[in-house]
């Protein structure tokens, strides 16, 4: 310290740690011990020392005025630090203390460095205006200029600290994050602010731990256990260098690495870690650092000090042994070895010596130069100009600090090119260098700027960050990485994980048909009707839109079908151009031009359906195919009836042709076409076709088809082509007898036997395709048909034509030349084309005291009680009486109002003043309890406001008298006025109150301060309550929440220690039980109406029909008036003891329903009485109760005040209804009852023995608190009192229920009780039901968003809490079976949703049933065919013997017979559920038994064509081809199909294989090829043998006319062939069950071909025709009728 003109203190963390001392109170308590010294703190005190230096030898600063300073070590502590202050403004001894009834002697203060102890010292400064600079206290809280009004900073605000941290880690993309924080309010306010500006930005705190205030080294384990467990390598530590100090020795002694730090301001510069052992631990920190100055010759004077020159510093010789580890001077009591006296400090690279870029040191140095700066204004102040009253300066010799304070504000120099001043809030210009820690040449760690943060600038570009020069931790190049989940690419989604923050998630793909285009995509989105996702799923891209096109398929058709065309009109060439030569005329030349013309119109119609669907197309297509067939078919039919005319016509006396000649034909064709367009017109009328998108069948792509609008037209279209062309098969059949070389009636047959097989074979094929198939179908068959009809009808006139002119003659016609041999050339035609056609076929978020012997007097008029009496002892009270301190706007031009009471009173608490009245005059009049003695009282108004409570509290402590006059000392008289005292009922007053007396030792018994933070009893050693810790509250509160269901909850708080500190508690519970919470709003009712009104308007729009309320009394009376003004919904209340039990808030009908926790209720007998014992003569007494008597019967007592009526005596207390006469409760009452008890329960202890009390017994507050710790007794009225380790009582609660009675009053109703000393799990029950809002029984609820119901599952709804989501149903192949799922899980492959989609069953699986109805259907023509073919071997073998029978090959008849049967019979292996067995079986047996069948038919063919060549003279061919050589040829040609089958069975057969991708919602069993070459391999030997039949039997063409076996044999192969060409594309593109019903469709049809083609002439012979079964008429012999 150095003497001045003015003196100012500073207050720095000399030391880092501190002792407490044992307080068991059983002795008197020893002071608190500072150890752990600190250069760097020591650094910042001797830059005050030097800045004084400095200022007192300039000339332009301060002239001829001289500056005095007193520095104080705080040891980094609270406590320690409220010490300092109350030491820097008294002195540390009487001698130190030159004045006491003038100015302060102390204008200003340097310091302190960590917010909670600037907290504490501001508040004691602010009672005597004395100013305070802090440099290096951040916290937000400090701002506030209504609890903080002489605080000033020269270090920004936390406020942007934190929001510079936040944009780093965003910038950085650290999402997952740790936050490590002191035990103070600086690391609580810095926690706080970071969260809230992380709030909404998607970067979660993965764990807070706190580092204890009083270092611990198992709590710092448990902390890097949490750390080194959690995949968050990012950390973020809010704390002072003090406490890091022990904790990161100990993260090094352990060898933790890998975490990459991320430092506050308060530990980012300090010089204390820059040494080399620190680097591979903390090498890499970056921070955000006060900026950094420059101070000319620090480093110059820091080497001056030295123990030589300062001896008798202990400091000094503290920094010798930090820096050296060595002591300077010997001492019997030193630990370290002694100094060699060599020692050069400035070669000390140290915390000490670190001035290259001094930051904390150049704050100190602004500081003081601002004091100076605002000191030389003030002196240099111009008479009649000055700033305070009448224009007055300030006395240059008795400055006040108040003075100092206005010059203060308004200081504005520039130091080193920086501007320095403050703003209204105390504040200076926020700006931070961006620090980075590292390694330096000799492996130090360097302080290397990296960016910085300028608050100045626009929003957005505050931060500057040189990402090239940052080393990472580790010595990494690359930014490191600290997610909790990786971030989710695009085409993923973001799962959150059940239980854990938002951050931590799992990325699903998006389904089929839903994309995210963005990274880390809450939700997939589905893409619209037209359009699939990517194979990534980032976007939705366009439905392949399906149709047939001109693409290979379609170019095919196309050529095929012009190709037919142009032959069609080749053939209309040819017959024109020979339409006089006979075979033209005689085939009716002009209904053959009618035909032709028509086919060539069919095959263009065909191209119709390629190309991509329009409205007209559609309706074109389908009615010109119809039209262009009619037409053809009712030629064909006309021809058919000239045909049958004209044979009828050959009778004599039959004139037919007269009725059917040119006329009649060209009517019937024209009748027969108008009737399909008449269909066709009302099918376009009706229902026409139109394009159709069908988004169904396939959900990946769009087919375009054509609908064909009404199901029934376009059938009817169908039927009556195939009416026609069944008729037209009727008429050729009984057009058979004609002669044989005018065969247009067999031509006809056959020609719409072809159209009909392709027409029959169309329908399966058509309803089973899918897509474009469909209409590849339809042309097929389309092209099919017209190929049939102009090959059948006239490709035999053309031969004739064209390579038969001699043929082309009316004799050859008319039957009179010998009959055409060449014919068989129309079958090997049209079976070329067939085959040709087919192959084409492809399917595709402080009183002074001065030691002056002859008096001494109070600066101020000391606080008079409210309520007062003398006694022996006096036990101080104090109670929020009032609502509110008068404020004022200080400019400090005149000196500050001392605190006085304002606003309304709180009659509630003047019952608990009263209250404590009645106990003590209840404990005068026992004799078991303080015996002899009289206690006495004196009980003020807080008014709810720290600075009277802090001022009351230096009453306690002092006493009330303004003048000292003990000649010896004044510490006597300044001894504690009261030995404890009861109160204070609001937790903020009572923390400053508990830090005054803590230091003096005065107990005090809150009756209804609750907050939890009071416990700590190293903050707090001296408090104690009766009213339960708000901890248990906060939890109790929680569980109710949860247990009624109520996941989104609104919170409102007072914005005071209470509020703040409670709802943390609480909100900490409500996250642990799941419980969101929507918005959280504090109010104080001192803060502007523009904040009530705003937080009402919150609750107002809020959807949260729950609201917590940890608000007091006072606070919630506004808060429920402003909502009154406009009443929100109806809303479920849940209160904080202090308001749940006001009766004053049962006039609010909106909190009917209302439930909390509430101190129990209880009754004071007696204390009713005493209550309403008053009368104006006693109110008089008090200027208390005058104000009371006042206000309740609005009158005036006499002389007391002036404007009102003068009370006349008729006020009649008893008829009084308020809250001071309303004793029905009696809950906080009983806690003031309580704590009177115990404090004189504790003077008990104290000067009483077994038998009586000493009066005149001396004691000191600590024996009171000692006794304090013990008591243990029980009330008159049957409560028990006892206090734990903390200081806290049992917790016991009522729950409390608003319950509207029959009158429509509001009552308090307990419903349930808690109490914390019951098993765990135990502590709360439920007495009675509840009454909820507006009168329900059911309890409300309150979700933000409604349980997903299984099939759903839970989608977070973006910047929202988890309890706000969306429930998505789960995507297709997916479930959910429990309510709230998080992610749906897709079924096993071979499981399928429920309509519902809450559980996965099994697929149906779909194959050929036999309880199928097209099972049942096939199985009767399967079985009717088998029992054909043995009737007809049965006739077969009756007429052995008969020449037809022998004639044609019996034996190999019969082998055909029954190779059939066994054919129609194989098709049932087809039908059921496919086995191993079943697979394998029905393949090979079709192949082997069609084999069979074919090979009989091909040696029957064989035979045929011998028995012709045998007739030729020398043939001796039927030799080589005997029964031998028959039974040979069909072995052979069997067993090679066996050889294929046993291969294919042998290598891979064919299995049973479940078809999962064809349906997704089914299955389709089916049996698998095996091998497809192998299955190939059968059809194409089959095929084979069919194609070799139908050769040779058209080489056996030349046959006689009567025996035809030749003839039948060819036209069962080109049925055979048909059937099977068209099975090809029928059987790739049918799925399912359809694929085995073709193939079954194809072996019946095939099967009945041959049996009626080849054995039903026989039969028909056999059976109806017996004359012609002779060997006469089958050689030729007898006159043919042939069929």
Known sequence: MAGGDFVIGGIFPLHYNQEMPDLNCTYKPGQVQCNGFDPRAFRWALTMKLAVEEINNSTELLPNHTLGYKIFDSCAYPLTGQRAALAVMNGPNEADRPMCSGASPMLAIIGESGSAQSIVVSRILQHFRIPMISYFSSCACLSNRQEFPTFFRVIPSDAYQVKAIAKLLLHFNWTWVGVVRGDHEYGRSAL?????????????????????????????VEIFRVMNSSSARVVVVFSAEGELTPFLRDYMELNVTGIQWIASEAWVTAAVFTGSKYYPFLGGTIGFGIRQGYIPQLREYLTTVNPQRYP?????????????????????????????????????????????SPRIAYNVYKGVYAIAHSLHNLISCNPGNGPFINSTCAHVTKVFPWQLQHYLQEVSFTISGEMVNFDTKGDSIPSYDLINW????????????????????????????????????????????????????????????????????????????????QTDSIDCIPCSEDYWSNIDGTACIPKVVEFLSHDAMGVTLTVISVAGACVTLAVFAVFLYHRNTPIVRINNSELSFFILISLTLCFLCALIFIGEPTSWSCMLRHTAFSITFSLCISCILGKTLVVLAAFTATRPGNNVMKWLGPTQQRIII?????????????????????????????????????????ALAFWCVLGYIGFLAGLCFILAFLARKLPGNFNEAKYITFSMLIFCAVWLAFVPAYVSSPGKFTTAVEIFAILASSFGLLSCLFAPKCYIILLKPEKNSKQHLMGKEKVLKDSEHTMQLTSSLMMFVSMLWTPGLSPACRADPVSCRLWVQPQLPGLSMNGDFVIGGIFSIHYYMRSEQNSYTRQPLQPQCSGSMDYRELRFARAMEFTIHEINNRTDLLPGITLGYQIHDSCSAVPMAVKVAFQFANGMEPFYNDTDSCSKSAAAAVPALVGESASTPSISMARILGLLGIPQVSNYATCACLSDKRQYPTFFRTVPSDHHQAAALARMVRHFGWTWIGAVRSDSDYGNNGMASFLKAAQEEGICVEYSESYYRTQPRSKLERVANVIRRSTARVIVAFVASGDMRFLLEELARQPPPPLQWIGSETWIIEPEFLRFNMCAGAIGFGVPRSVIPGLREFLLDLSPTQALKSPLLTEFWESSFSCSLKGSSEGARECDGSEDIRALQNPYTDTSQLRITNMVYKATYAIAHAIHGVICNDTQCDKSAKFTPWQILDQLKRVSFTTKNGFQVSFDSKGDPVAVYELINWQVKKGGTIDFIAVGHYDSSRPRGQEFSMSRSVSWMGGQTEVPRSVCSESCPPGTRKAVQKGKPVCCYDCIPCAEGEISNKTDSLNCVRCPPEFWPNTQRDSCLPKPVEFLSWDDTLSIILTVFSITGAFIAVCVAAVFYKHRTSPIVRANNSELSFLLLFSLTLCFLCSLTFIGQPSEWSCMLRHTAFGITFVLCISCVLGKTIVVLMAFRATLPGSNAMKWFGPPQQRLSVLTFTLIQVLICVLWLTISPPLPFKNLEQYKERIILECGLGSAIGFWAVLGYIGFLALLCFILAFLARKLPDNFNEAKFITFSMLIFCAVWITFIPAYVSSPGKFTVAVEIFAILASSFGLIICIFAPKCFIIVFRPQQNTKKHIMGKVPSKAL
């Open 192 to 220: 706080q602010g970071l969260l809230k500006e992380l709030e909404g930005t998607g970067v979660c705190v993965a764990y807070q731990e706190m580092i204890p205030l009083l270092y611990n080294s198992q709590r710092a």
């Open 312 to 356: 008798t510093n202990p400091l000094v010789q503290e920094l010798w042994g930090a820096l050296y580890g060595c002591s300077p001077f010997s001492s019997d009591g030193a630990q370290l070895p002694l100094c060699t006296g060599h020692e050069t400090i400035s070669k000390q690279h140290s915390a000490y010596m670190n001035t290259s």
């Open 438 to 517: 590292q390694k330096g040449t000799e492996g130090n760690i360097e302080l290397v700027k990296v960016g910085m943060f300028d608050g100045a600038r626009e929003p957005g570009k505050e931060l500057v960050i040189y990402e090239m020069a940052i080393t990472w931790s580790g010595d990494q190049t690359e930014v490191p990485v600290s997610v909790c989940s990786f971030s989710c690419a695009p085409g993923f989604r973001k799962a959150v994980r059940r239980g854990e923050p938002l951050c931590c998630f799992d990325c699903v793909p998006c389904d089929s048909g839903k994309i995210s285009n």
């Open 670 to 710: 024209f009748s027969c076409t108008l009737v399909q367009m008449i269909i066709c017109a009302a099918w376009l009328i009706a229902s026409p076709p139109f394009p159709y998108r069908n988004t169904q069948y396939q959900h990946s792509k769009i087919i375009l088809d054509c609908s064909v609008g009404s």
